[in-house]
């Protein structure tokens, strides 16, 4: 008797079959790697305006503390460590207005600070800023720079220009997100803020320490009139840069 024997064989997969697989794989991957990014992104969004903030309750606090008196921009050319609480610095706001919250002013950086910087910098750093080293101070937001002003009341720490002195507290700029092209000077102005929020924008801190943000191109066109004097476009009622030369509180 003739017998007759059948052998299974099992189907492997095909080329175009695995490409197929494969690419659903990487797409997925990416999907995944985008959201993550996002959040990732919306998670620092939400620390740096919270430092942000903190600069604004620091301000009205250490106002209050000094009869009105706004602390100092710091020193107008690039800042060195060795310099940091020397001169015009002492009374920067990036080192009397931290402790008002809990924080180190940057002349009490330690060394391990200067070298951690999202451990170590606190209000100071903004999580959206690619750190570049420590040897040198680096900012992540900055003071108006306007405030202290030739065509102002004062542009000398020894004469503090003082709250009641900003006729629109809520509409005057404070401190912004610095661009980081300039992030070795703590002072800077509309033409100067970084658009490192979603959605490209900037957040900005006013005179009675609240915090909204803006797209960075509305920001940065300065209307110029001549002798140095910047403010922001008049058309623009909510925002004051220069509030000795604005339209709005100067009286021109």
Known sequence: MKTTSCSLRT????????????LIIAVLAGIASVAYANIRARAHSVVSANNMRQWGQALVLYASDHNGA???????DRVT??????????????????????????????AN????????????????????????????????SQIYNPNGPSDDPDRP???PQILEPTQTVMFADLNQSYNDRPRGRGRHVDERQPGGMTNLV?????MRAYEAAY????????????????????LIWNPWTHPRTSGN
Not at 90 to 106: C, D, I, T
Not at 128 to 133: A, P, Y
């Open 161 to 163: 220009v003082r709250m």
């Open 11 to 22: 189907r492997g997969f095909t080329l175009v079959e695995m490409l197929v697989v494969t």
């Open 70 to 76: 706004i602390p100092f921009e710091g020193d107008r």
């Open 206 to 210: 006013f005179f009675d320490g609240s």
């Open 81 to 110: 460590w060795a310099a940091i609480a020397a001169g015009a610095n002492e009374r920067a706001w990036f080192n009397v207005l931290p402790p008002y919250v809990g924080e180190k002013g940057m002349a009490d950086f330690t």
């Open 219 to 238: 920001l940065r066109p300065d209307t110029y009139s001549g002798g140095g004097r910047f403010y922001t476009d008049n058309n623009r009622p909510n």
């Open 113 to 144: 600070d200067r070298d951690s910087h999202a451990n170590g910098w606190g209000i100071h750093y903004c999580p959206l800023v690619e750190w570049r080293d420590s040897r040198r101070p680096a900012f992540s937001y900055m003071m108006n």
